[in-house]
């Protein structure tokens, strides 16, 4: 199974601060997915991200506060800006488990989680 | 359009079954099913695609009615090492992006 590292795991931040998450794949895949984890709650999805293009964002989301970089095919990173703490929550970096050559169609395969709390 | 899952929670002693539902007001071509253990990445269990299907493995299958758009965890003699939130995932069509319900929490006390 794919390797999904994620960076930092926790910090702690002030308000109006930015902060870049980053997402390492030990293999190459065309597209990666990052997810919000509100405390408590569900997944939520709020980008996707294909190498060469700009990322897709879903409703809710827009490219300001969320911007993400994808400069090859196995490494993507996703910076929170301007901070308040209604953004303390896990972000999450994905990938399909097809496209890595050992998951089943459809399957995720999600990095630990970075946990975020903004003061 | 995000699927409701029921229970909320549930609290179950080793051994006890126990049966998770996800249910969507749209048509669905797949259910996902994920367990996320405390402070963990979500864990993929299975995926069950439209045609009624049904899937399983060592005493955790679930089911799929795409008629009533609704699939269903069951979870037989359960073991200490089920606890976790169960978040069911649905698609609407192929490649469609997969949108998860709230979960559902389970405890397996001793």
């Known amino acids: 199974s794919a390797v999904i590292s994620q960076k930092p795991s926790r910090d702690i931040c002030q308000r109006g601060t930015s902060l870049t998450i980053q997402c390492q794949v030990d293999?190459?895949?065309?597209?990666m997915f990052w997810y919000r984890q509100q405390p408590g709650q569900s997944l939520t999805l709020i980008a996707t991200a294909n190498q060469g293009s700009e990322a897709t964002y879903e409703s809710g989301f827009v490219i300001d506060k969320f911007p993400i970089s994808r400069p090859n095919l196995t490494f993507s990173t996703l910076t929170v800006s301007n901070m308040s703490p209604e953004d303390s929550s896990i972000y999450l970096c994905s990938v399909e488990g097809e496209a890595l050559g050992g998951g089943s169609p459809g399957e995720l395969f999600f990095g630990e989680g970075s946990r975020l709390t903004v003061l | 359009q995000q699927p409701v899952q029921s229970p909320q929670a549930v609290i179950l002693r080793e051994g006890e079954d126990a049966v998770i539902n996800c249910s969507s007001s749209k048509a669905l071509y797949s259910v996902h099913w994920y367990r996320q253990k405390h402070g963990e990445a979500p864990v993929f269990l299975m995926i069950l695609l439209k045609g009624g299907e049904q899937k399983g493995h060592d005493k955790i299958s679930a089911s799929f009615n795409e008629k009533k758009q609704q699939s269903s965890l069951y979870l037989t003699a359960s073991q200490l090492s089920y606890s976790g939130t169960y978040f069911c995932g649905t698609e609407k069509r192929v490649g469609d992006k997969v949108i998860f319900g709230p979960g559902t929490s389970l405890s397996v006390i001793p």
């Open positions: 293999s190459q895949v065309t597209m």
